[in-house]
């Protein structure tokens, strides 16, 4: 059973810079693709950056693409998400979700079998 827990959620100021983490636990993360999702006040949530098991592939948005970096390291169990250049518009809770490993990279949220708790990140002056 995958056990997914994100950190490094907080306050940052526009334009300024933060890493999410997302630490497994249950499972090697090698067998899981892994994909971010946020979801503001109000809205529905949003599927943001994707990768393969490997490492290999990765998606982001268009609205965050050339901001966003997703990369993972599965010696250390942790998928991370860089956040630069940040507006206040992306104020949301940050998830991050795990699905069998599939050689692909996807953001439909239905494909994913197991969430973490979210991390709330708050862009603000």
């Known amino acids: 059973q995958l056990q997914l827990v994100e950190s490094g959620g907080g306050l940052v100021r526009p334009g300024g810079s933060l890493r999410l983490s997302c630490g497994a636990s249950?499972?090697?993360?090698?067998?899981?693709?892994i994909g971010w999702f946020r979801q503001a006040p109000g809205k529905e949530r949003e599927g943001v950056s994707c990768?393969?098991?490997?490492?290999?592939?990765?998606y982001s948005v268009d609205s965050v693409n050339g901001r966003f970096t997703i990369s993972r390291d599965n010696a250390k169990n942790t998928v991370y998400l860089r956040l630069a250049s940040r507006r206040p518009e992306e104020t949301a809770v940050y998830y991050c979700?795990?699905?069998?490993?599939?050689?692909?990279?996807?953001?439909?949220?239905?494909?994913?079998?197991?969430w973490g708790q979210g991390t709330q990140d708050t862009v603000s002056s």
């Open positions: 249950g499972s090697t993360l090698d067998y899981f693709d």
């Open positions: 979700a795990g699905r069998p490993r599939r050689g692909l990279c996807s953001l439909e949220s239905s494909e994913y079998d197991w």
């Open positions: 990768i393969d098991s490997r490492g290999s592939m990765m």
